[in-house]
């Protein structure tokens, strides 16, 4: 007879014992593994689902801080082209190298940003301490004029003070005296025989209702009138939020020498920034740093307060401007436009991001470091370019002019003069 085995039975034989005890494993085994299988891609989707919220959170956040948080500057598209090929008087090896350059005084001089001369072949600059220099550039060491702040720093101030102040641009006059244009102080005028130093127009003077924020640059007109640059409404220290807003803040004020009034020459300038003279003394030439240009400005005759604009779309942000001794001008571009520049251009929404999102000194460090001096004719074409294109001597050039057969260049925020030794010859394409 066939044995059969019941349930709740005793089995009949180990063999049988054995063989359920193993099914009986086996499946407790795989109900265990099914389990832990389960469980393993449940917690898989719960990590996916984590990261694709906080990725969407990140992203959302992003988006909010672009287009509706609250921001310090209100940027605006600068409507500018890409910037030129580097090629042809562009080219970084169409001229002497400034990375050649000797450098003058670095362990005195940091942040020489203007260059002037008088008629005896010194040159006097300001620096970041809120000094007036004289140097003679065969001398050993330069020598201390005077102090244009509140508080009489030392050169070993590296950093923006407002009480040390802050001296940009400089003028020799005939009498004598230097008239400084100090980011901190306003314009100011030193006696350069007693050290005497008199305020002209002073930081906070309202000026046809709007107070003085951030002087820079001056030119002397043919009747003696201070045309000077007010920057923005932005003071130096905060002087990267003009630069991103691109909001036309900038201003020029005629100082008038006989009456002691200033009044606003020109308005809705973008970061107004170096002033000169023109050759024929009929404008002045203005460099609007934010958007890439230079301006000319008629002084007199029929269009008097006039614009229009002398050269557009530059390789770098155009600082200082200077006559150039032969014709047209010399203008420092104290930094190079990169992608980075680029893809701001026309993005604001992407600059408020920036704004939002970045510490302000982080943005300052952003900067392209470029050393730039163009040689640019009356009609606004490049003739001649010097670079140092790594930074490795000179970068953030603020200031180019000529002397002799030598280029000297400043910097505001880097240490030294630079002083390069220039051939005679013109490459093939100058003027052209």
């Given at each position: 007879m066939e044995r059969r085995t019941r349930t709740g039975a005793k089995p009949a034989s180990l063999e049988e014992a054995g063989s359920l005890s193993g099914d009986s494993s086996k499946a407790h085994s795989n109900r265990r593994g099914g389990a832990d299988s389960g469980r393993s891609r449940s917690k898989l989707g719960t990590c996916c689902d984590i990261l694709g919220l906080l990725f969407l959170g990140g992203v959302s956040y992003l988006v909010y801080l672009a287009l509706f948080a609250d921001c310090i500057i209100d940027p605006q598209p600068r409507g500018v082209p890409p910037p030129?090929?580097?090629?042809?008087?562009?080219?970084?090896?169409?001229?002497?190298?400034?990375?050649?350059?000797?450098?003058?005084?670095?362990?005195?001089?940091?942040?020489?940003?203007?260059?002037?001369?008088?008629?005896?072949?010194?040159?006097?600059?300001?620096?970041m301490s809120g000094q007036i220099w004289k140097v003679d550039p065969a001398a050993d060491e330069p020598v201390l004029v005077a102090n244009?702040?509140?508080?009489?720093?030392?050169?070993?101030?590296?950093?923006?003070?407002?009480?040390?102040?802050?001296?940009?641009?400089?003028?020799?006059?005939?009498?004598?005296?230097?008239?400084?244009?100090d980011a901190f102080m306003g314009l100011l005028k030193l006696s350069l025989l007693d050290g005497k130093m008199d305020t002209l127009v002073h930081q906070n003077q309202v000026v046809d209702g709007a107070p003085l924020v951030f002087a820079?640059?001056?030119?002397?007109?043919p009747d003696g009138a201070v045309y000077f640059s007010d920057v923005s409404t932005y003071s130096m220290d905060k002087l990267f939020y003009d630069v991103m807003s691109a909001g036309?803040?900038?201003?020029?004020?005629?100082?008038?020498?006989?009456?002691?009034?200033?009044?606003?020459?020109?308005?809705?300038?973008?970061?107004?920034?170096?002033?000169?003279?023109?050759?024929?003394?009929?404008?002045?030439?203005?460099?609007?740093?934010?958007m890439y240009r230079i301006t000319r400005i008629f002084i007199t005759g029929e269009r008097t307060g006039q614009s229009e604009v002398l050269a557009e779309n530059l390789p770098g942000f155009p600082d200082n401007v200077r006559r150039h001794p032969d014709s047209g001008y010399l203008v420092a571009m104290s930094a190079g436009r990169t992608w980075k520049s680029t893809l701001l251009d026309n993005r604001p929404y992407l600059v408020r991001l920036m704004i939002n999102a970045v510490p302000y000194d982080e943005l300052v460090k952003a900067s392209n470091p470029y050393g730039l001096c163009v040689h640019m004719s009356e009609s606004g074409d490049v003739i001649r370019t010097w670079h140092d294109a790594r930074a490795h001597t000179l970068a953030f050039t603020s200031h180019c002019s000529m002397h002799g057969d030598h280029m000297f260049v400043g910097s505001f925020v880097s240490r030294g003069i630079g002083k390069l030794k220039l051939s005679k010859s013109l490459p093939q394409n100058a003027g052209n």
């Open positions: 030129p090929e580097m090629t042809g008087a562009l080219s970084p090896d169409s001229s002497e190298s400034l990375a050649d350059a000797e450098i003058l005084f670095p362990d005195v001089l940091v942040g020489a940003e203007c260059l002037a001369w008088d008629d005896d072949g010194m040159l006097y600059t300001g620096t244009t702040g509140k508080v009489a720093c030392d050169s070993s101030v590296r950093e923006l003070r407002p009480e040390c102040g802050r001296p940009l641009g400089l003028r020799v006059m005939p009498d004598n005296s230097l008239l400084i244009v820079d640059d001056l030119a002397i007109g036309g803040r900038g201003r020029i004020i005629r100082y008038d020498p006989v009456t002691g009034s200033a009044s606003t020459f020109a308005r809705d300038l973008h970061f107004a920034n170096g002033v000169e003279l023109s050759h024929d003394g009929k404008s002045i030439i203005v460099t609007e740093t934010s």
